[in-house]
């Protein structure tokens, strides 16, 4: 299935960036690893589903070093078995505000197969 942005998508996707990128609502990943809070995907406000079969996550999280890191995970249930495609996956990550995305399936970089854009920033 194709990838629709329509204008409801668009600003649904900025509000999800704003919220996300706020900082009382950055992910601290020691809290997660503790089980002091939920992992973003399991947060609704973290949440987007972007059309029949889309859903995306995005967050930025903090690891435990105190580096942050925009994470933007998409899947599809209605995509090939071979994985999402590359332009939507990065459509997405442009919409968020990742300017430069490292596109990864399973923590390892691939040319085709991809759900996971990790791309780490300097907070402002």
């Known amino acids: 299935m194709a990838l629709v942005i329509n204008k409801g998508v668009l600003d649904r996707l900025e509000g999800l960036r704003a919220w996300a990128e706020d900082p009382q609502h950055v992910n601290r990943i020691a809290n997660v690893l503790s089980g002091d ?4 995907g399991d947060i609704a406000e973290h949440v987007i589903e972007i059309q029949e079969g889309y859903r995306a996550v995005y967050s930025v999280d903090e690891d435990q070093q105190g580096m942050q890191w925009k994470h933007l995970s998409v899947s599809s249930n209605s995509c090939p078995k071979e994985g999402l495609p590359t332009e939507a ?3 997405i990550a442009k919409l968020l505000g ?12 691939h040319k085709d197969l991809v ?3 990790v791309v780490p920033f300097v907070v402002n």
């Open 37 to 40: 809070t939920l992992p973003p």
């Open 98 to 109: 990742i300017r430069q995305a490292l596109v990864v399936y399973q923590g390892v970089p």
């Open 89 to 91: 996956i990065v459509a």
């Open 115 to 117: 759900g996971h854009v």
